[in-house]
């Protein structure tokens, strides 16, 4: 069955007149203006998540605590428009300053999952000025008048297994009714939520042990019998340290609140990494 890419992205660019870019003045803070530079730091990407890297590792055991080691921040929300020129650094492969359409396709269809009719339609909403190739003046323009959460989800985190879920739509409805200040904003909140209503299949408002294996099968399963190099007590040795270490309170479930404090707690792209959420990453070197 052929899958449809009509996400809240897809339908806001269609009813967009663009402009050219470079008349347009964009309306950030002053630091948004400036010319990011990368110091010292590479990107990589992953989309799968810890549990099958794991299973490639010679280790045996892991505790509860060690699985986040050394991850911990104290940020509440993720500005979408800064991450906008780290997304942009890692597509544009090869360092040129623009992203080609074969760049896109890399990572939208290898990476994130989605069609490349879609990628075709994506990029040609992105190049306003129609070169053949998108600048990271263009890219930060999209992410300024497209939505910017549905753009950072397509790009950044999650990408087709996430902007297709209801969850998922509810959350971008929700994005655009607020004031433009906290728009281009996702909060850590709003993030954990995501998750977990995607986990939480019975809509219970706790995530059992049963859903947490359940969604981690489903996770697996995506990536073929290549990728399944772990044993089914590998997988469940995972399932059950990590769910030992959300269920702070220890009272056999995971409720929102307990995900919303490890995304506060912990770095939100490794904590979505590890939730096998396809996950854009940034390593300082």
Same mark, same amino acid.
């Given at each position: 069955?052929?899958?449809?890419?009509?996400?809240?992205?897809?339908?806001?660019m269609?009813?967009?007149?663009?402009t050219?870019?470079?008349?347009?003045?964009?309306?950030?803070a002053?630091?948004q203006?400036?010319?990011?530079?990368?110091?010292?730091?590479?990107?990589?990407?992953?989309? #799968?998540?810890?549990?099958?890297?794991?299973s490639?590792?010679?280790? #045996?055991?892991?505790?509860?605590?060690?699985?986040?080691?050394?991850?911990?921040?104290?940020?509440?929300?993720?500005?979408?428009? =800064?991450?906008?020129?780290? @997304?942009?650094?890692?597509?544009?492969?090869?360092?040129?300053?623009?992203?080609?359409?074969e760049?896109?396709?890399?990572?939208?269809?290898?990476?994130m999952?989605?069609?490349? =009719?879609?990628?075709?339609?994506?990029?040609?909403?992105?190049?306003?000025?129609?070169?053949?190739? @998108?600048?990271?003046?263009e890219?930060?323009?999209?992410?300024?008048?497209?939505?910017?959460?549905?753009?950072?989800?397509?790009?950044?985190?999650?990408?087709?297994?996430? #902007?297709?879920?209801?969850?998922?739509?509810?959350?971008?409805?929700?994005?655009?009714?607020?004031?433009?200040?906290?728009?281009?904003?996702?909060?850590?909140?709003?993030?954990?939520d995501?998750i977990?209503?995607? @986990?939480?299949?019975?809509?219970?408002? =706790? @995530?059992?042990?049963?859903?947490?294996?359940?969604?981690?099968d489903?996770?697996?399963?995506?990536?073929?019998d290549?990728?399944?190099?772990?044993?089914?007590?590998?997988?469940?040795?995972?399932?059950? #340290?990590?769910?030992?270490?959300?269920?702070a309170?220890?009272?056999?479930?995971?409720?929102?609140?307990?995900?919303r404090?490890?995304?506060?707690?912990?770095?939100?792209?490794?904590?979505a990494?590890?939730?096998?959420?396809?996950v854009?990453?940034?390593? =300082?070197?």
């Amino acid at each position: 069955m052929k899958t449809s890419y009509t996400t809240p992205l897809l339908l806001s660019m269609s009813s967009l007149a663009f402009t050219d870019v470079s008349a347009f003045t964009f309306m950030q803070a002053p630091q948004q203006q400036q010319q990011r530079q990368m110091i010292g730091r590479s990107t990589t990407v992953s989309n #799968t998540s810890p549990l099958l890297s794991q299973s490639k590792s010679t280790t #045996t055991s892991t505790s509860p605590m060690t699985l986040f080691a050394g991850a911990d921040v104290d940020n509440k929300d993720i500005d979408l428009l =800064e991450e906008a020129d780290e @997304i942009f650094d890692y597509v544009d492969s090869n360092g040129d300053g623009v992203i080609s359409l074969e760049e896109l396709q890399t990572h939208l269809v290898e990476e994130m999952g989605y069609t490349a =009719e879609y990628t075709k339609y994506l990029f040609a909403s992105i190049d306003t000025d129609s070169d053949g190739s @998108i600048t990271k003046e263009e890219m930060r323009f999209a992410f300024y008048n497209f939505e910017a959460l549905s753009m950072y989800m397509t790009f950044g985190v999650g990408g087709s297994d996430v #902007t297709n879920r209801k969850a998922f739509k509810e959350l971008a409805r929700k994005n655009s009714s607020t004031s433009p200040e906290t728009r281009d904003k996702l909060l850590l909140n709003d993030l954990a939520d995501l998750i977990f209503d995607i @986990i939480d299949t019975d809509s219970s408002g =706790e @995530i059992s042990k049963e859903e947490l294996k359940s969604h981690f099968d489903n996770v697996t399963a995506k990536f073929g019998d290549d990728d399944k190099q772990g044993t089914e007590k590998q997988a469940n040795d995972y399932v059950s #340290t990590m769910f030992a270490t959300l269920d702070a309170d220890k009272d056999g479930g995971i409720c929102r609140e307990e995900v919303r404090t490890a995304f506060e707690k912990y770095d939100f792209k490794l904590l979505a990494r590890t939730f096998g959420l396809r996950v854009y990453r940034t390593a =300082e070197v």
